[in-house]
T-cell receptor, first 115, second 114 residues
Framework: EAGVAQSPRYKIIEKRQSVAFWCNPISGHATLYWYQQILGQGPKLLIQ????????DSQLPKDRFSAERLKGVDSTLKIQPAKLEDSAVYLC?????????????FGPGTRLTVT | AQKITQTQPGMFVQEKEAVTLDCTYDTSDQSYGLFWYKQPSSGEMIFLIY????DEQNATEGRYSLNFQKARKSANLVISASQLGDSAMYFCAMGEDSNYQLIWGAGTKLIIKP
């Protein structure tokens, strides 16, 4: 079974530029999460999708961040314009919530550096 | 408010020894899950073990076991016979059964010494 795929793995941009990240979850997983992880901290949830609907985006800075999951499969996260404090690893995870356990499986992450 | 606390920022353990990573949680929910993840320096987040709040037996997965003490609201991870490859950040997380979201601790950096 293929895992969660993310691209790109690394991205360096200048502040005020835009950037987009892509995620393809494990086949059949209805729930998809985007996290931001600052070095030395635990992941912070940005947005949660159930199929192609948003469950929770309360911590997404909507003035600059946007995310979509068209057709309920893969997803993109965009930052426009980027700030220095957006430098972090962006993790995508997926979960099957049909069983008794709902562990999340993570992709390799995208390390973003904003200069 | 729900919260996860990991009080050990870092730990050094001799290879082949057992290690216990502490995790306490706070919730008013009756139905929840507890998770442990490993994050090596390469950055990927790896699921290790899960314990449901109604599970009476402690969860085990190979060398990993979860010491679940519900009354004390603790969910410590025990790694038996530690190996050099166990060196990583370890995160404890609590899941809300109502919305499948995880609340994360700050992590413990474990270093295994040869």
């Amino acid at each position: 079974e293929a895992g969660v795929a993310q691209s790109p793995r690394y991205k360096i941009i200048e502040k005020r530029q835009s950037v987009a990240f892509w995620c393809n979850p494990i086949s059949g997983h209805a729930t998809l999460y985007w996290y931001q992880q600052i070095l030395g901290q635990g992941p912070k949830l940005l947005i949660q999708f159930q199929n192609n609907g948003v469950v929770d985006d309360s911590q997404l800075p909507k003035d600059r961040f946007s995310a979509e999951r068209l057709k309920g499969v893969d997803s993109t996260l965009k930052i426009q314009p980027a700030k220095l404090e957006d430098s972090a690893v962006y993790l995508c995870a997926s979960s099957s919530t049909s069983g008794t356990s709902y562990e999340q499986y993570f992709g390799p992450g995208t390390r973003l550096t904003v200069t | 408010a729900q919260k996860i606390t990991q009080t050990q920022p870092g730990m050094f353990v001799q290879e082949k020894e057992a290690v216990t990573l502490d995790c306490t949680y706070d919730t008013s929910d009756q139905s929840y899950g507890l998770f442990w993840y490993k994050q090596p320096s390469s950055g990927e987040m790896i699921f290790l073990i899960y314990q449901g709040s109604y599970d009476e037996q402690n969860a085990t997965e190979g060398r990993y076991s979860l010491n679940f003490q519900k009354a004390r609201k603790s969910a410590n991870l025990v790694i038996s016979a530690s190996q050099l490859g166990d060196s990583a950040m370890y995160f404890c997380a609590m899941g809300e059964d109502s919305n499948y979201q995880l609340i994360w601790g700050a992590g413990t950096k474990l270093i295994i010494k040869p």
